[in-house]
Nanobody, 120 residues
């Protein structure tokens, strides 16, 4: 079955950058892929999505700062995060599903997360 493993999280000062990776075994190109985040006491938030064709979608708060991409040959997707802000601090999760809409509701396959901490 599908298994996802995130990496690349860490601590960085405001204005810095991080690149998250997600290796997805058992993934097929028909799946929607995305990144989510959840801060303590906050609701889970969809951050970025990428479809089979490579089309992307972002939540407003990260537009212009984050970039989602994928390398199908390596079964890996990435989240390049630039100009990080303290409010970006959260546990970041990657996920895949047959439907992006369904994924936003918690369905699909999820990794265990990687922590991103941005200090001011």
């Amino acid at each position: 079955q599908v298994q996802l493993v995130e990496s690349g999280g860490g601590s960085v000062q405001a204005g810095g950058s991080l690149r998250l990776s997600c290796v997805a075994s058992g993934y097929t190109s028909s799946y929607c892929m995305g990144w989510f985040r959840q801060a303590p006491g906050q609701e889970r938030e969809g951050v970025a999505f990428i479809g089979r064709s490579g089309s992307t979608s972002y939540t407003d708060s990260v537009k212009g700062r984050f970039t989602i991409s994928k390398d199908n040959d390596k079964n890996t997707m990435y989240l390049q995060m630039n100009s990080l802000k303290p409010e970006d601090t959260a546990m970041y999760y990657c996920a895949v599903d047959g439907s992006c809409l369904a994924m936003t509701k918690g369905s699909g396959y999820w990794g265990q997360g990687t922590q991103v901490t941005v200090s001011s």
